[in-house]
């Protein structure tokens, strides 16, 4: 996506990102030790990298939101695999309250700032940070068997944040084929799919994806 492309422009209300973090919390108590080496719909990742990122984008963007920019908001999410320390039941649910709380600041949403070496506006990083807590939030609760759902609006910024562009840089269509292994091509679903299906498939994830499919 470019930096400069705006995917809030036409929104009355800046998102709130303390529902995609509580339902994030709240799907940690069930993931036992016996899950961490579960697979996940993301193929480089088990349940435990998904962990690991989920817990070091929180921290890059709550200190993205606050423009503290160091070491956590240099590095891109695809440098190394994420390693998951043994704390990570007491820091991840304290990195989800601190994101959310960062964001709920005006002035996060102003100026630049930078999150995965990517400088780009403070509108742009919260509604990438948004969108990367309710695809992940996805990949965990389908990766050990729970319930997701989101809210309208939270998808609605999604989808535009996800969508392709109608033309590439040549002028042909974008088939999104430049993305990462994180968000790959979309997946074709029904016009008539739940929204949450259509952003699920627009991140590249097959929305019936389950383990060992």
Excluded at 37 to 65: K, M, S
Excluded at 201 to 206: C, D, M, T, V
């Amino acid at each position: 996506m470019d930096a400069q492309e705006n995917p809030l422009s036409d929104a009355a209300v800046l998102p709130d990102l303390e529902p995609a973090t509580r339902r994030i919390a709240a799907l940690l108590g069930q993931v036992d030790d016996s899950r961490l080496d579960g697979p996940t719909p993301c193929p480089d990742y088990a349940v435990r990298e998904l962990l690991g990122h989920l817990t070091g984008l929180a921290t890059a963007f709550r200190d993205a939101a606050r423009k503290d920019l160091g070491a956590s908001t240099a590095v891109s999410p695809d440098a190394a695999l994420p390693v998951l320390d043994d704390d990570w039941r007491e820091v991840l649910p304290r990195r989800l309250e601190e994101v959310a709380a960062a964001w709920r600041s005006p002035d996060a949403w102003t100026g630049l700032t930078r999150a995965g070496g990517v400088e780009l506006p403070g509108e742009v990083a919260g509604a990438v940070a948004l969108n990367e807590l309710v695809v992940h939030g996805w990949d965990l609760a389908r990766s050990t068997g729970q319930p997701y759902t989101a809210g309208e609006a939270e998808l609605r910024s999604c989808e535009a944040l996800l969508a392709p562009a109608e033309d590439g840089p040549d002028g042909s269509p974008d088939d999104g084929s430049d993305d990462d292994s994180l968000f790959g091509p979309p997946v074709p679903v029904p016009g008539d799919a739940p929204l949450l299906d259509r952003v699920i498939a627009l991140a590249g994830r097959r929305p019936d994806w389950q383990p060992g499919s």
